[in-house]
């Protein structure tokens, strides 16, 4: 898992902040009267005595990318399967634009599927790879063609389009399984773990190239990813799902910054989890005893917890500053030794040992081309933090 701070350089940096902004424009979910194209109402998948998807309910919009984000087993491909068609829910409903389609075939769906293997004709040039479906269904020959320069235009592949897969590079057959898939204009497009078999600098390029086709074509997609910090850069909303269940729906600027619950907080980028009991010091604000003989933490939360109530803070590296002598200003300064240092480049991420053994991450930005570090191995130090930098999570 990469550091929180070159996590959130990566995600909300350059390009990818413009589509923040504009994914902070577009927002169906928040609006009341706008229809969701997909809802899954109280869907479970049991396979024998597994349970699979376990009683979800969930919306998503139309001209939405949206992520289901999860480590392997968590449900999120059955998820996917069960849009496609390839799997019945056990109970429940799923509804596409209106319509319940546990009942449609997968070839009448207005959904494609676009899988990681690309799953492209070796024997067909990249043109007729594009064509395929369009074939099948029968439409004339003029349109097929307009249609498919139309896709080669859009995934930059016209002149490859007399090329055989074989002949063309790995970044190259992601777009070319990506035209195929949206020749047919489908509502909706499922994407599983589609830059998996990617180098990851080619895949960071082809996110982006992933987003302004969705722009482009406004076709709604769903894509199924372990990988977070793909998930992170590419959805409007992300779905972090764990044995089946959803831990938290939301942008990803809320999954960070907003974790509901230690699940979430320490799957999304990285995190200090400093357990202990809640005693309620006013409105929205706490003090957190969490070790013998050391000064409570001072936290402020909208989260309602009783005197004694067992808590989490989880608090982002980058979030907690580091010095050598006691800041007095602070409303938490805990002393440690470092342990460790990783330099990313960009960040130096600080592991320093407190005096009761819990471990906690502190992060500084390199801002100069040749800097000397300020701290270095087995020095002692001090880690503080603001009471509204962490978030207060129960249990």
């Not at 293997?117 to 395929?132: G, R, V």
């Not at 005096?355 to 502190?362: D, E, I, R, T």
Request: glycine content about 8%; overall charge negative; charged content about 25%.
């Amino acid at each position: 898992m990469m550091g929180a701070g070159l996590f959130l350089s990566v995600i909300f940096s350059g390009d990818v902040m413009a589509s923040v902004a504009a994914n902070q424009v577009f927002a169906p979910w928040n609006d009341p009267k706008e229809t969701p194209l997909i809802e899954f109402r109280g869907v479970t998948k049991r396979f024998g005595d597994f349970t699979a998807i376990d009683d979800l309910s969930i919306n998503i919009y139309e001209k939405e990318f949206f992520a289901l984000l999860g480590p392997s087993g968590c449900g999120k491909t059955t998820m996917m399967r069960m849009l496609a068609g390839f799997e019945t829910p056990t109970e429940g409903e799923i509804i596409l634009a209106g319509q319940d389609i546990a009942p449609v075939p997968p070839n009448k769906r207005a959904v494609n599927m676009m899988f990681q293997s690309y799953a492209l004709f070796p024997h067909l040039s990249i043109e007729d790879n594009i064509a395929f479906g369009l074939k099948r269904e029968g439409m004339p020959k003029n349109d097929i063609a307009d249609r498919v320069a139309e896709m080669l235009r859009l995934t930059r592949l016209e002149k490859f389009a007399r090329r055989k897969p074989h002949q063309i590079s790995g970044g190259q057959k992601q777009r070319v399984a990506l035209a195929r898939s949206l020749a047919k204009a489908p509502k909706l497009l499922l994407l599983d773990e589609p830059l998996g078999a990617l180098d990851k600098k080619l895949r960071q390029d082809t996110q982006f190239e992933l987003m302004d086709i969705q722009e482009k074509t406004g076709t709604t997609f769903v894509i199924v990813t372990h990988d977070q910090e793909e998930a992170m850069t590419v959805a409007s909303r992300v779905a972090v799902m764990d044995h089946g269940k959803l831990m938290q729906v939301a942008t990803p600027d809320r999954l960070y910054e907003n974790p509901e619950n230690v699940y979430v907080a320490d799957f999304i980028g990285d995190v200090n989890l400093i357990e202990g009991t809640a005693r309620k010091t006013g409105e929205g604000s706490y003090e957190i005893n969490w070790c013998e003989r050391t000064p409570p933490l001072k936290s402020t939360s909208d989260t309602v917890l009783s005197s004694g109530q067992g808590c989490t803070i989880a608090i982002r590296p980058e979030k907690v500053s580091i010095s050598s002598e006691k800041p007095e200003e602070a409303d938490n300064a805990v002393q440690g030794k470092i342990i460790d240092i990783a330099y990313l480049g960009n960040l130096s991420t600080y592991h320093v040992k407190l005096a009761n053994g819990q471990m906690v991450k502190a992060q500084t930005a390199n801002t100069r081309r040749i800097s000397r570090r300020s701290f270095t191995w087995d020095d002692d130090v001090w880690l503080s933090w603001t009471a509204t930098a962490g978030v207060l999570l129960k249990g």
